[in-house]
């Protein structure tokens, strides 16, 4: 006969708890993104106050995404394209050239810097010498320097 006590289950841990070296890296980790997150912070906040917007807005989610279109030039209801899948991939690429271009940097820039390498670019438009022109798409921006 077999009955349900005889099939009784041991279970061991034996090789499955972590050790110091596990939980140091994954530690470690966690720093390291969350050392990543501020700095995009910082990189954020400093590229909305170069728009003119306050900075605060910059670490409200979704309520970013959609200042930065209005910095850009962008229309508020692309936001929603950013929840549709492939879409979001596009519209992004998007406002990333845009956003190169509202501060006066090249397409390459904007799909290089921005869109590949975000945190770079983010951090050179936040704390380079790149001044903001005004919306790109709605044509704010030009190429050429400002007359001095």
Excluded: H
């Excluded at 501020?38 to 728009?51: M, S």
């Amino acid at each position: 006969m077999f009955s349900f006590a005889q099939s009784t289950v041991v279970v061991t841990t034996n090789g499955t708890e972590p050790t110091g070296v596990a939980v140091f890296f994954s530690g470690l980790y966690v720093f390291i993104w969350l050392l990543i997150a501020i700095v995009a912070i910082i990189a954020y906040w400093k590229i909305f106050t170069k728009a003119g917007e306050a900075g605060w807005k910059s670490i409200i989610p979704f309520y970013n995404v959609y200042t930065l279109l209005k910095i850009v030039g962008r229309p508020g209801w692309w936001l929603l394209l950013f929840f549709v899948p492939i879409v979001n991939f596009v519209i992004w690429l998007v406002v990333s050239i845009d956003l190169a271009k509202s501060f006066g940097k090249s397409d390459a820039f904007g799909v290089i810097a921005l869109w590949l390498f975000s945190l770079v670019g983010y951090l050179m438009l936040g704390f380079g010498s790149a001044e903001y022109k005004g919306p790109a798409a709605s044509g704010g921006a030009s190429s050429a320097p400002k007359a001095q």
